[in-house]
């Protein structure tokens, strides 16, 4: 019969002995692979030569002895399962005639025709565990599927299974009746629409009405509140086409990323001559229709949160307004106030930079989750406000490195920005006497035709690129404008 013929089971490393032969950098590999998804296994490493690396990845398992000496028959005595990690041919097989005449199973780095079982790629979210096999014939494949599965399955599956352990655990009546009340209640997670998208009727029509009304009523106050606005309709200032331009590469750039375009955007009106209050300003507004856009279009691919959405919702919205009444009540005073913003966003900048040369593999240790989601949301979106940006910097990255899935914290972070960037904005309207129309208007009409295009590409492109690009124009732009301030000063 053609296809693999394999037959997977998941063993309890913590019931049985394993032995691992060779302790180099394969046996490293073989190693932890156990050990991360079995901490507790019992496992006894003989190796001739000790990797440093795998001692001290050893001792940090009290189930894990690791033996210096060469190989012996009688090495197996009390072994339940082999795994060896040598390149030793003629040790090889040995080993795999001493496993079949004691009736062991054993497993051969790299050499599949020795092996009696394969270790496989896997994925974990929680409870859930998945083993991949392409039968020994690529485990290249296999950890490239694993990458797949990883980013695409989200984190909150594991929630999923406990409220079923849950559910299963209330339920009565015969083994049929339990199936078929399960089955009735995770049938949501297999029924679609036509064009392959969860039904969520309600909630979809409410956020899309919601992005329109919201603009509406921005607009809608500016003409009756702003005569200038009116003026710039009527007259357009060719500043605003630079704006129009810049606001649709740092669009293009946040959707790729996930976050600097405030901080590109601040930077950028700041050296153009705009105060720190009105550039925050001009940089929410424009936030409210892209990110409104971006947001939808996330929710149209899957890639929200909720749970996460409603966490940082309330807080975010209460710390945005707060820093906005601050920065605009200090309006009158932005040639002392710019610098300090020029000061945050060379940081943020630095940030930025930083991070883009630290950006881990895939397939790195996770950190565990962050907890404090609510007062994450309150400083972001506090100091979003003050500094005209930081929102994606400070708590999309700090989401992201608590271990959360990237797709949907990205997704989530995007639409929960649409109302933090509406309320600030309504603060900064009501604070100020607005004015630079021009260079709102650009970023928001740029912004706004970027956002749909980013959505799609976000996924497309090599964060850790842009990332160093943007870390570095911010660094520049901003030490540009501080150097200005001191020579003023001079």
Not at 363 to 384: N, R, Y
Request: charged share 15%.
């Amino acid at each position: 019969m053609e296809g693999n013929q394999l037959f997977p089971v998941f063993l309890k490393l913590n019931t049985i002995h394993t032995v691992l032969i060779g302790a180099g950098p394969i046996g490293l590999e073989k190693l932890s692979a156990m050990l991360n998804n079995s901490p507790q296994a019992n496992i006894t490493v003989v190796g001739l030569t000790i990797l440093p690396e795998l001692q001290a990845f050893a001792d940090d398992y009290e189930g894990v002895k690791v033996i210096q000496k060469a190989f012996e028959p009688s090495d197996l005595d009390d072994a339940d399962l082999i795994v060896v990690a040598t390149n030793n041919a003629v040790l090889n097989e040995e080993i795999r005639v001493l496993a079949s005449s004691r009736n062991l199973l054993a497993n051969f780095a790299d050499k599949p025709d020795l092996c009696d079982f394969y270790l496989g790629s896997i994925v974990t979210k929680g409870d859930l565990k998945i083993a991949i096999s392409t039968n020994g014939k690529s485990p290249t494949i296999a950890k490239r599927l694993k990458e797949v599965l990883n980013d695409s399955l989200p984190d909150e599956l594991n929630d999923t299974l406990q409220y079923m352990q849950a559910l299963r655990n209330t339920l009565n009546g015969d083994f049929t009746s339990k199936v078929k009340r399960l089955n009735e209640v995770t049938s949501s997670l297999v029924e679609q629409k036509d064009d392959k998208e969860i039904s969520r009727p309600n909630l979809k029509w409410l956020i899309w009405l919601a992005i329109v009304f919201s603009f509406a009523i921005v607009v809608t106050v500016f003409w009756h509140k702003e005569p200038e606005f009116q003026t710039f309709v009527a007259n357009i200032n060719p500043m605003f086409y630079w704006f129009l331009l810049g606001g649709f590469i740092f669009s293009m750039i946040d959707g790729a990323i996930g976050m600097s375009y405030g901080v590109t955007s601040t930077s950028f009106s700041i050296a153009m001559g705009i105060p720190p209050a009105s550039a925050s300003m001009g940089v929410h507004l424009s936030e409210i229709l892209s990110n409104g856009i971006a947001g939808w279009m996330h929710y149209r691919f899957g890639n929200i949160n909720w749970k996460l959405f409603k966490l940082l919702l309330i807080p975010g919205i209460l710390g945005a307004v707060s820093g906005a009444y601050l920065l605009s009540s200090l309006e009158h005073y932005s040639n002392y106030t710019k610098p300090f913003v020029s000061l945050y966003t060379l940081i943020l900048g630095c940030v930025i930079l930083s991070k883009s040369l630290k950006i881990k593999a895939k397939g790195a240790a996770k950190k565990s989750k962050i907890k404090k989601i609510s007062l994450l949301g309150a400083f972001g979106g506090f100091i979003d406000a003050v500094g005209g940006g930081g929102w994606g910097s400070i708590v999309l990255s700090t989401l992201i490195a608590g271990g959360r899935s990237p797709r949907f914290s990205l997704g989530t972070v995007k639409i929960t920005r649409f109302f933090i960037a509406l309320m600030s904005s309504l603060t900064f309207i009501t604070m100020l006497n607005g004015k630079h129309w021009e260079a709102v208007g650009g970023l928001v009409i740029g912004s706004a035709l970027a956002s749909p295009i980013a959505a799609r590409v976000s996924n497309k492109i090599s964060a850790k690129a842009i990332m160093l690009s943007v870390g570095v124009i911010v660094i520049l732009v901003s030490l540009n404008s501080i150097i200005k301030f001191i020579l003023k000063l001079v």
